[in-house]
């Protein structure tokens, strides 16, 4: 039921963007003012997304095969595939209401209403979907019939939504953080490169066994084990309190604990914090902790401050081309930034000190929900450029989706670990974190 996984990661993408709408759309008729550029965008990603790659894809083939399988399912199939077939004139009147608005032709408040409308069916939409037909077709459809739908939905050769076709929603999704407003995405794009630190593939980075930690009598952590391989990003899931940000500042050397920690093949178990980072250790911290009166440019130059001097100003234009943003804005206070782009000087500043393992303490933490994915992209960027990470999230689902492997922390303890996607498919941990 691979399928059913897909469908239910793109609901979750839409819903992000309804929300964000949602918020933009509060503002837009405060102000009466049209941000077309912004909205622009969302429609665009819309059509692609929606119009041509899901709706197609779910009519085709789960749709057309619950269809066969269970002749209960037609009323509400009648009625999600007439949605279907509204939707491309849906957004095109919509577009036309923009166009309006933006010339001054109508007033905002018609266009928020029918945006809002639309909106409405579109989670009305995803709730059907979710709470109806995907039960009855894990009911009614067989082994087969499963096989046939998800080899068509792991097609990566499709046009409409194979490889090439992601790259290209990534693309307008990230257009679409990129334009939004400052109080819900970006305000600037965040992409570009950083060296990875040259470290063989394979083997194993960190082992932590029997780890512990308390306050006063109190104890955080009852004896954690854990590995992270060269290059993994491996998530800590948990909820509030479970132990994620005491763990990770154990690690990072800044908070008594006993146990052992081998790092890069050498116990660290005993050395200081400023140690432990010279041996690349680097942590961005939960909360972000910029320091607000400095400019951006001192607190990324404070992330470097046990590096040699002679490569803090490359580090500091690679950071610049990966957060065009910090480069725009580096001689004003960092407390002037908007919290995403907080979080970005945070994970900046961590890099500064040339991390061999970058530690992530709930990096989505108070950031609507467009910039959560902007904040996964960049970790998703590092991964791809070899950085071995352990990435502490409460978001479990977000943080899941983008690890090789997982843990999950309750009360000071490991109750269980796997892949990601074990993890995210654990009923447990569905049951526990996920809010499902
Ligand atoms: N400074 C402190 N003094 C006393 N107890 C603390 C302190 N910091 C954390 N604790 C306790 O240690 C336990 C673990 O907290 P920790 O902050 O590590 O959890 P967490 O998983 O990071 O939670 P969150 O998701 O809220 O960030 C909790 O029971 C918490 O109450
Ligand atoms: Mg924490």
Redesign the pocket.
């Given at each position: 039921m691979e399928a059913l996984r897909i469908i239910k990661d793109e609901h979750r993408n839409l819903w992000r963007i309804a929300i964000t709408l949602d918020r933009v759309l509060a503002d837009m008729e405060a102000e009466g003012k049209v941000d077309d550029a912004f909205l622009g965008s969302v429609f665009d990603y819309l059509e692609q997304f929606v119009d041509n790659c899901h709706h197609p894809k779910e009519d085709h083939y789960l749709f057309r095969l619950l269809r066969q399988r269970s002749p209960e399912a037609a009323a509400v199939l009648d009625r999600l595939e007439a949605d279907h077939r509204n939707a491309p004139a849906n957004l095109e009147a919509l577009r036309d209401r923009l166009a309006r608005a933006a010339g001054g032709q109508l007033p905002v408040a018609e266009l928020a209403a029918a945006l809002r409308a639309y909106l409405a069916g579109l989670k009305e939409h995803v709730r059907v979907e979710e709470k109806e037909v995907f039960p009855l077709a894990t009911q009614a459809l067989s082994a087969a019939d499963w096989q046939e739908i998800d080899a068509a939905f792991l097609d990566n050769a499709d046009p409409a939504f194979g490889t090439q076709a992601q790259a290209n929603f990534r693309e307008l999704f990230h257009k679409v953080a990129s334009l939004a407003p400052v109080s819900v995405g970006l305000g600037a794009h965040s992409a570009g490169e950083l060296a990875a630190p040259a470290s063989a593939p394979g083997g194993v980075l960190l082992k932590v066994e029997g780890l512990e930690s308390s306050?006063?009598r109190?104890k955080?952590?009852k004896g954690i084990s854990i590995e992270v391989r060269r290059g993994e990003t491996v998530a800590?899931v948990?909820?509030?309190?479970?132990?994620?940000?005491?763990?990770?500042?154990s690690l990072s050397g800044v908070q008594p604990m006993s146990g052992r920690i081998t790092f890069d093949g050498e116990d660290i178990s005993r050395l200081r914090a400023d140690m432990r980072m010279r041996r690349g250790i680097c942590q961005s911290p939960?909360g972000r902790q910029v320091f607000g009166p400095l400019s951006i440019e001192d607190n990324l130059r404070l992330g470097a401050y046990t590096q040699p001097k002679a490569q803090v100003e490359g580090d500091l234009d690679k950071i610049y081309a990966m957060f065009p943003i910090l480069k725009e804005k580096r001689k004003l206070p960092a407390g002037t930034l908007s919290g995403g782009q907080q979080q970005m000087l945070a994970i900046g500043r961590a890099l500064m000190g040339r991390p061999k393992l970058l530690l992530l303490?709930?990096p989505s933490?108070g950031l609507a929900p467009l910039l959560v994915e902007e904040v996964f992209n960049v970790v998703k960027t590092l991964k791809a450029q070899g950085m071995s990470i352990i990435l502490?999230?409460?978001n479990a689902f977000s943080a899941l989706a983008i690890a090789d492997r997982g843990y999950v922390?309750e009360?000071?303890s490991v109750t269980l670990t796997g892949t990601g996607r074990e993890l995210s498919e654990d009923e447990q941990v569905r049951a526990a974190y996920l809010g499902m």
């Open positions: 306050y006063g109190i955080a952590l800590l948990g909820a509030n309190g479970a132990g994620k940000t005491t763990f990770l500042r939960e303490d709930e933490m502490a999230e409460q922390l009360t000071g």
